[in-house]
C-alpha cells in the first residue's frame, strides 16, 4: 500500500519538476508574481499619500494683480502661482478641456469688497469628473479656506472680541488604531495572494495527474497494473500537496522579503511580519494543502481534457477569496462561526497575527481541524469518482 | 489462460457486446479480429478490468475479474490502444515505473528492466525522454512496460498500428517467443493478414458477437472460402444475417 503510494509520489514529483509549465506555476506566478503586485500597489497608494503635502502644487490665478496678500498666503502654503488663462471664461474652459486641474479667479473688487466688510468673492474653478483634479482642487479650498479663518481672527481681534467666540466646539480626532493595525487593512489582502499561490502551486500538478494522464493515454495502462485506484489518487495528490507547500513556502518568504524594502512606515504601518510569524503562518496556512489539493484533483478528474480542466480549476482559484472579500466588505471581526469556514477562518487568523493582536487558541483549532475535515472529506468523494468507469472519459 | 462467458456490455443504449465468449489458451496466441467499432477494444478492458460487464463471467488463470480485479491484473499484462507514454521521463523511466508499481522486487528491478530493454531492442533510445519518439518507439516501449513484470497473460490491443515494416516484423517475433514460453497471448487486429501469419487461434467479433472462433483452417471450412478475407467476410455476413 504505501509502496505504491510513494512510487506514484516520486514519479509524479520527478516528472512535474522536469515540466516548465508546473515549475513555472509553482515556483513564479504565486511566490513572485503576488508579492510584485502587492509591492507595486502599495508602493503607488504610498506616493499618493505622501504626495499632499510634499509637493509643491501649481496653480493658475486669473488676477493675481487684485490680492497681493492672498497670493502671498497661498505661496507660503507651497502653493506655487501662475499666470492663469486672459478671462474667467477662458478659464472655465482650460479647465474642461483638462489643460488646468484647477483655476482661481479674483475679480477686480476683490480689494475693495474686503475693505468694505462685504463678504469678498473669489471663484474656484475645477472638474469633479477628474479625480486628480479633485485632490488640487481640496487643497486649493483648504488653503483659501484657512486664509478666510485667519482674516475673520484679525477682524474679531481689531474688535475687541477674542477670536476664539467663533470656536464653540473644539473637534480632536484620535485614531486609537495601532501602526499594526493599520497595515491589516492594507495587508489583509495578503492572505490572498498566500491562498492563491498556494493553490497555484499544485494546479497544473493536479491537472497533469489527471486529465493530461488522460488526454496523453497514459492513465489506461496504469489503470490496468496491481494497484488500486485509491492508492494512485492518494500518491497523486501527496504530490500535489508538496508542490503546494513549497510554493505556500516561497510566497511566505518572498513577502517576507518584500516587505522588509518596503517604506511601510511612512503610512504609519508597522506589520508584524517576522520569521516567527512566517512560520505561525505557514502551519495556519498548511491544512489547507489537503482541501486544495483534493479540491483541483477532484475539479480535474471530472474533466475531460487538459485545457478544460485549467478552465474549471480557475475557478476554484476564485472561490476561496470569496469569504475574505465578503467579510472585508462587511469589515467582519473573527467570530467562532467564521472558523468553520476555510480559507476565511485562515484570513482572519492571519490578520490578527499582522496586527499583533493575542490569538485564541480555540479559533486556530477549529480552523486547523474543520479544514482538514473538509479536505479528507473531499479526498474521499475523489476516491469515489476515481472508482468510476467513467475516469477513462 | 482467460475465460470469457458471455458478456454483455452496453454503454447508454449502444449495446457493445451482446454475449461475447471464448477461450484463450496457454501457450497459444489467440487473435481477436473485427472491424472497426465491433467491440474488440471493450471486451480487453473488460478483461484489464477497467470496464465491469453488465453480465456474463470472465476469468484469468481462474481468477474473476470483477469479483477479484486487483488479483487478476497481477496476472495481465496489457497494452491498450493508442497506449501514451510520459514525455518528462525516459523510457527507462518509464519501465522502472510500471514494474515498481507491479511490485517487482527491488533486488531485482533494475535486472528485470534492462532484461525488458535488451528483448524490446529499445537499448539505443532507452535513456532518453520519450518526448518526440516515433511510433514504433512509443509502441515498443508501452509493451516494455506491460511486459516487465513478467505477466502469464498478454493482452495486446491492435498493437501494429501505426507501426512500420521492420517494427511490425520485431514485433511478431516478440509475440511469437511469448508463446514459446508459454505465455497466453490475446491480440486484437482489423488486419487479416496480420492475423493469419501469427494466430493460432482466431476470434472473428462483429456487432458485439462472436461469428465464428476457430483455428484458421477450421474457419475456411466453415465458411467454405479458401482465401481468409472472404472468409472474413463471409462470418461478419452470418451476423448481419441473424
Not at chain 1, 510634499?54 to 502671498?72: D, F, K, Q, S
Not at chain 1, 488604531?177 to 493553490?199: D, K, N, Q, V
Not at chain 2, 496466441?29 to 453480465?55: C, E, F, H, Q
Not at chain 2, 510520459?86 to 523510457?91: E, N, R, S, V
Request: with cysteine; hydrophobic share 50%.
Amino acid at each position: 500500500m504505501t509502496r505504491t503510494l510513494v512510487t506514484v509520489f516520486l514519479k509524479e514529483i520527478v516528472d512535474n519538476l522536469r515540466d516548465r509549465r508546473s515549475l513555472a506555476s509553482a515556483l513564479i506566478m504565486g511566490p513572485i508574481f503576488g508579492p510584485l503586485l502587492f509591492a507595486f500597489v502599495i508602493s503607488l497608494s504610498i506616493e499618493r499619500s505622501l504626495d499632499d503635502v510634499e509637493e509643491t502644487m501649481e496653480l493658475p490665478v486669473v488676477g493675481r494683480e487684485y490680492a497681493p496678500n492672498l497670493v502671498r498666503y497661498l505661496e507660503s502654503r507651497n502653493i506655487e502661482i501662475t499666470d492663469g488663462p486672459a478671462d474667467p471664461d477662458a478659464a472655465a474652459a482650460a479647465v474642461r478641456t483638462g489643460l488646468h486641474d484647477v483655476v482661481l479667479v479674483i475679480p477686480e473688487d476683490f480689494g475693495a469688497q474686503l475693505a468694505a466688510t462685504i463678504p469678498a468673492r473669489v471663484k474656484l474653478y475645477s472638474d469633479g469628473a477628474n479625480t486628480q483634479g479633485g485632490r488640487e482642487a481640496r487643497r486649493a479650498t483648504r488653503a483659501l479656506s484657512a486664509y478666510n479663518r485667519e482674516l475673520a481672527a484679525i477682524r474679531l481681534s481689531a474688535r475687541g472680541i477674542n477670536p476664539l467666540v467663533l470656536r464653540p466646539i473644539n473637534i480632536d480626532d484620535i485614531d486609537v488604531s495601532t501602526p499594526s493595525g493599520r497595515s491589516a487593512m492594507l495587508l489583509g489582502m495578503m492572505s490572498y495572494f498566500f491562498i492563491f499561490a498556494l493553490l497555484m502551486g499544485g494546479m497544473y500538478l493536479a491537472i497533469d495527474s489527471t486529465a493530461g494522464e488522460r488526454e496523453r493515454g497514459s492513465l489506461e495502462p496504469l489503470l490496468s497494473l496491481p494497484v488500486t485506484r485509491t492508492q494512485l489518487m492518494l500518491g497523486k495528490i501527496a504530490a500535489t500537496g508538496v508542490f503546494m507547500a513549497f510554493s505556500l513556502m516561497l510566497s511566505l518568504l518572498s513577502f517576507y522579503v518584500v516587505l522588509k524594502f518596503m517604506p511601510l512606515e511612512k503610512l504609519g504601518m508597522t506589520p508584524n511580519f517576522d520569521l516567527a510569524v512566517v512560520v505561525a503562518a505557514f502551519f495556519l496556512l498548511a491544512p489547507f494543502i489537503l482541501l486544495g489539493a483534493s479540491l483541483m484533483t477532484l475539479v480535474a478528474s471530472f474533466t475531460k481534457s487538459y485545457k478544460e480542466a485549467q478552465t474549471w480549476i480557475s475557478v476554484v482559484l476564485i472561490a476561496p477569496t470569496l469569504p475574505i472579500l465578503i467579510v472585508s466588505i462587511l469589515t467582519l471581526r473573527p467570530q467562532l462561526e467564521f472558523m468553520f469556514v476555510p480559507s476565511l477562518s485562515q484570513h482572519l487568523i492571519l490578520v490578527d497575527m499582522i496586527k499583533n493582536e493575542p490569538l485564541n487558541g480555540l479559533h486556530i483549532a477549529i480552523s486547523v481541524f474543520s479544514t482538514l475535515v473538509f479536505g479528507a472529506l473531499l479526498t474521499w468523494v475523489c476516491a469515489r469518482l476515481y472508482r468510476r468507469e467513467g475516469l477513462l472519459g | 489462460m482467460i475465460k470469457v462467458d458471455r458478456i454483455h456490455k452496453s454503454f447508454g443504449n449502444v449495446q457493445a457486446l451482446r454475449g461475447v465468449s471464448f477461450a484463450a489458451p496457454d501457450g497459444k496466441i489467440t487473435g481477436l479480429l473485427g472491424p472497426n467499432g465491433a467491440g474488440k477494444s471493450t471486451i480487453m478492458r473488460v478483461l484489464y478490468t477497467v470496464l465491469r460487464p453488465d453480465k456474463g463471467y470472465a476469468s484469468v488463470d481462474g481468477i474473476d475479474v470483477v469479483a477479484d480485479s486487483l488479483a487478476a491484473r497481477r496476472r495481465i499484462g496489457a497494452l491498450p490502444h493508442g497506449a501514451g507514454l510520459y514525455p518528462h521521463l525516459t523510457a527507462r523511466e518509464n519501465i522502472t515505473y510500471f514494474a515498481r508499481l507491479c511490485g517487482v522486487e527491488k533486488g531485482v528491478l533494475d535486472d528485470q528492466v534492462d532484461n525488458i530493454i535488451k528483448l524490446l531492442e529499445i537499448g539505443d533510445f532507452a535513456d532518453r525522454r520519450t518526448k518526440g519518439f516515433s511510433q514504433g518507439q512509443r509502441t515498443k516501449v508501452s509493451l516494455a512496460r506491460a511486459l516487465v513484470h513478467d505477466p502469464q497473460n498478454v493482452i495486446l490491443d491492435e498493437p501494429t498500428n501505426g507501426l512500420d515494416v521492420m517494427a511490425t516484423r520485431s514485433l511478431r517475433d516478440l509475440i511469437l517467443k511469448l508463446k514459446d514460453a508459454g505465455r497466453c497471448v490475446l491480440f486484437s487486429s482489423h488486419v487479416m493478414q496480420e492475423v493469419a501469419a501469427l494466430c493460432d487461434d482466431i476470434c472473428i467479433i462483429a456487432d458485439g458477437v462472436v461469428a465464428i472462433d476457430d483455428s484458421i483452417d477450421g474457419i475456411r471450412e466453415r465458411t467454405g472460402c479458401d482465401d481468409l478475407e472472404d472468409a472474413f467476410v463471409a462470418a461478419i455476413h452470418l451476423v448481419a444475417a441473424e
